[in-house]
């Protein structure tokens, strides 16, 4: 705070004081001198000299009387917070017993000096301009602050939509690519391409569902991405079944979490189901800082586990198991479980 008084000191201050005894006034106006502020006191008298006081150019600090012939100091705490609300305001008083005191603080005042003891003036004085000056300081690095996450936030916006166009675009492309080609084998890994980039997609969105909060809810993601799958692939017998708790996942491990979910889903219902229809049960929570996820059924043969797994061991889905630190089960003794995926959830 010391700093602050010596900015104080370093500029002329406009102090208005509500007093209706000219004696009064004079030894309020000595004492102000103890506070080595170089500074202006203008005097109001009446509430039509200390509204038009107010109402003209802004004042550092006010000081009032508690009790005038024609108005009170609650009044005119009143009309200082209606007018001048930041600034600080101080009764200079006889008669201030203590419940007054404290009725005027809860309005708002920020102290009082008992006329009696007018020596206690200046350090009150030069308390509550640092604190008011403190204050000012503080809401203008807030307003600063929130200018700059408004220029961010729009910045945000305007890359969160240059990437949805460039995904978009990206997806044209390799859909016509798709529908231009008689290699069966370059549709269909163009075909995984396409998905990859749709789960891209769906991470993308659902990061910025809620003004881009830096994480995602994966429990919605993988009920998003499953019903995108099961749509695209066309597999309307297989119905999904989502026991889905609310796991948030850092945006650093969204991307890797999208491919590796999409790979184990798309493979599991290209697969798995490939002769049967069937009930696609999806599990996902978070416990102990861990993220785990579990697709089952009623039962999976050894053939349709077999197959679902050679599709989901090549060395792009063992890249993203190690970028997770992912432990991925396939139980062979549990028919109604396909996989079993744990990792350690990031900061």
């Known amino acids: 705070m010391n700093h602050v008084v010596r900015e104080l000191r370093a500029g002329a201050l406009r102090i208005l004081l509500l007093e209706d005894s000219s004696l009064d006034a004079e030894l309020v106006a000595e004492y102000l001198k103890g506070t080595g502020l ?51 305001f101080i009764f200079v008083s006889g ?40 204050r000012a ?16 936030t729009a910045l945000l916006n305007e890359l969160d939509h240059r ?21 069966a084998d370059v549709r269909e890994a163009l075909g995984r391409v396409k998905q990859r980039m749709q789960a891209l997609g769906t991470v993308h969105r659902d990061l910025h569902r809620k003004d881009g909060i830096g994480t995602f809810d994966a429990g919605t993601f993988v009920a998003d991405l499953s019903a995108d799958l099961l749509a695209n692939i066309g597999r309307a017998d297989i119905v999904p079944e989502y026991r889905l708790e609310e796991t948030s996942i850092p945006a650093s491990q969204a991307a890797p979490f999208a491919l590796l979910l999409n790979d184990i889903l798309s ?4 697969y798995a189901y490939n002769a049967r229809h ?13 993220c785990r996820f579990q697709l089952s059924d009623d039962g999976f043969s050894p053939a349709e586990k077999a197959a679902a797994r050679e599709r989901s061991s090549g060395p792009i889905f063992n890249a993203l198991v190690r970028q997770l630190q992912a432990k991925v089960d396939w139980p062979d003794a549990e028919p109604p479980v396909l996989v079993r995926i744990a990792f350690p959830l990031g900061s």
């Open 38 to 88: 170089d500074h202006v006191l203008d005097r109001a008298i009446t509430r039509e000299d200390f509204v038009a006081a107010l109402e003209g150019a802004p004042y550092d600090l006010i000081l009032a009387d508690f009790v005038l012939p024609s108005f009170d100091g609650m009044s005119a705490l009143s009309l200082a917070r209606d007018l001048a609300p930041d600034t600080p």
């Open 278 to 290: 069937g009930t696609l049960r999806l599990e996902m929570s978070a416990h102990d800082g861990s």
């Open 137 to 152: 300081e503080r809401q203008r690095a807030q307003g600063a602050m929130r200018e700059l996450l408004g220029e961010r």
């Open 163 to 183: 990437v949805k166009n460039n995904l978009q675009l990206l997806l044209s492309l390799v859909s016509y690519d798709m529908r231009h080609t008689d290699n």
């Open 267 to 270: 493979n599991a219902i290209r």
């Open 95 to 134: 008669t201030l017993g203590e419940e007054i005191a404290v009725e005027a603080l809860k309005r708002g005042a920020t102290d009082y000096v008992l006329k009696q003891r007018l020596e206690r003036l200046s350090p009150t004085v030069l308390r509550a301009l640092a604190e008011a000056r403190e």
